[in-house]
């Protein structure tokens, strides 16, 4: 995972901040496009959106970003064979922080809200598909998301989540 911060120009008027630019993030994208945006708001405090990512070859890099309110968002790492395997990642995300993280393809991806009505924008490299949508219960103990608040919502979908096996050796990416 990577944290990417943007700088805010600003004066009387407000402020001015470049969310994306592929040149600055060629070090991050290499030869991946972004090929999606998404939006998401989110109402309830403590709701959880996630563990989703995209078994390949439909594997997908995200990069997210807080446009109101502020979230602990999180990224697992799946991938066979990584040195990070199974460990998670969490940045507290607002629009005053200017932090975007970066989810590398074979993580996967989730969020609670920590205000009312936060909105996330996600930047996507590969295009939804539901046959290669995968995902990870986010209480799943194995992980041990440290989540900041009670776990108060989570969607029918993210609730029927499996547990990862005991024999559970990664994602192929």
């Known amino acids: 995972m990577l944290v990417v911060t943007s700088n805010p120009h600003t004066d009387p008027r407000g402020s001015f901040a470049r969310l994306f630019c592929q040149r600055e993030l060629a070090y991050v994208l290499g030869e991946r496009r972004i090929v999606q945006i998404n939006h998401s708001r989110t109402a309830a405090v403590g709701a959880i959106r996630g563990m989703h990512f995209q078994h390949a070859p439909h594997a997908e890099m995200k990069l997210v970003r807080c446009l109101r309110g502020r979230v602990w968002d999180v990224a697992v790492d799946l991938?066979?064979?990584?040195?990070?395997?199974?460990?998670?990642?969490?940045?507290?995300?607002?629009?005053?922080?200017?932090?975007?993280?970066?989810?590398?393809?074979?993580?996967?991806?989730?969020?609670?809200?920590?205000?009312?009505?936060?909105?996330?924008?996600?930047?996507?490299?590969?295009?939804?598909?539901?046959?290669?949508?995968?995902?990870?219960?986010?209480?799943?103990?194995?992980?041990?998301?440290?989540?900041?608040?009670?776990?108060?919502?989570?969607?029918?979908?993210?609730?029927?989540?499996?547990?990862?096996?005991?024999?559970?050796?990664?994602?192929?990416?």
């Open 79 to 173: 991938r066979a064979h990584s040195p990070t395997f199974l460990q998670w990642h969490a940045e507290e995300l607002t629009p005053d922080n200017q932090r975007m993280l970066v989810i590398p393809e074979g993580c996967a991806h989730g969020f609670q809200v920590l205000t009312p009505d936060s909105e996330l924008l996600y930047l996507h490299t590969a295009c939804y598909m539901p046959d290669a949508e995968g995902g990870v219960l986010p209480t799943d103990p194995r992980i041990a998301i440290a989540w900041p608040l009670p776990v108060r919502e989570l969607s029918e979908r993210d609730a029927r989540w499996a547990l990862l096996p005991a024999q559970f050796e990664g994602l192929a990416t």
